[in-house]
């Protein structure tokens, strides 16, 4: 099993960065794909960014170019550098994993974008 904590969340303006983190409890050497997916509310949760163990990316549309994802396997973190931040990023973060071919999922971090 595969326990993921987020953090880092929190209330910004729009303009400003946030770095979300996602730490694993166990090492994240042989996770493929790593990813984080958001839900606003009353949306569905929705792809942000996906990161290979190759270092091979992948961005929602509406976030590319402002956030940047990345992984320390030494430290078994996943992380989110969120710039030039938008109300309509306003949402509950998730951090996912497969693992031994079972999909894990974080508890989820709050971002709050006010205009």
């Known amino acids: 099993q595969v326990q993921l904590v987020e953090s880092g969340g929190g209330s910004v303006q729009a303009g400003g960065s946030l770095r979300l983190s996602c730490a694993a409890s166990?090492?994240?050497?042989?996770?493929?794909?790593m990813g984080w997916h958001r839900q606003a509310p009353g949306k569905q949760r929705e792809l942000v960014a996906t990161?290979?163990?190759?270092?091979?990316?992948s961005y929602g549309d509406s976030v590319k170019g402002r956030f940047t994802v990345s992984r320390d396997n030494a430290k078994n973190m996943l992380y989110l550098q969120m710039n030039s931040l938008k109300p309509e990023d306003t949402a509950v973060y998730y951090c996912?994993?497969?693992?031994?071919?079972?999909?894990?999922w974080g508890q989820g971090t709050q971002v709050t974008v006010s205009s």
């Open positions: 990161l290979t163990s190759s270092g091979t990316t």
């Open positions: 166990r090492s994240i050497f042989s996770m493929n794909i």
């Open positions: 996912r994993t497969i693992y031994d071919q079972r999909l894990y």
